[in-house]
């Protein structure tokens, strides 16, 4: 893994760089600074409605009492294309404007399903926030509520003032 991950950090900067200076050369460095701007500009708003409507769906859920791993997944994609998007560079731009397509987010959520399929176990109940555990089935039944009586000791007596 830790492999895979030195080789994403040194390809996609050679990358990046290999076409920003292609662009460049190919249009000028002034409009290639523009373009950059621009879909950082645009990525950034387009990555705050995508999140504020996720944001939406994830409290939907919650207050319909189902767990929101969609919710959570989409929040997530949508973190790393605002992410990338505020990258400068065209490949990592192409990578953030397509996690922030609905129907893109939910064929990388199947594939990242079967991925981390057996390797993620999800424990607890589905019960509502606010609701009492003995509301609802599942696991939450074996949740007992237990009053202990206690009393605060000080260990160290308060020394005199001088």
Do not use: C, N, W
Request: aromatic residues 4%; positive net charge.
């Amino acid at each position: 893994m830790f492999g895979r991950l030195l080789l994403l950090f040194i390809t996609v900067p050679f990358i990046e760089l290999m076409l920003l200076l292609r662009v460049g050369a190919r249009i000028g460095p002034a409009p290639t600074l523009g373009i950059i701007v621009i879909t950082a500009i645009v990525g950034a708003a387009l990555t705050r409605a995508q999140g504020l409507r996720t944001l939406t769906r994830y409290q939907q859920a919650l207050a319909e009492g189902r767990l929101p791993h969609r919710e959570v997944m989409d929040g997530l994609m949508i973190l790393v294309a605002g992410a990338v998007l505020l990258t400068p560079g065209f490949l990592t731009d192409a990578v953030g404007f397509l996690l922030l397509v609905p129907s893109v987010r939910g064929v990388v959520r199947q594939r990242l399903g079967k991925a981390l399929k057996g390797r993620v176990h999800v424990i607890g109940g589905g019960a509502p926030m606010g609701a009492s555990p003995h509301e609802h089935g599942g696991a939450s039944e074996a949740v007992h509520e237990r009053v202990v009586e206690a009393k605060v000791i000080d260990p160290v007596p308060d020394e005199p003032k001088p």
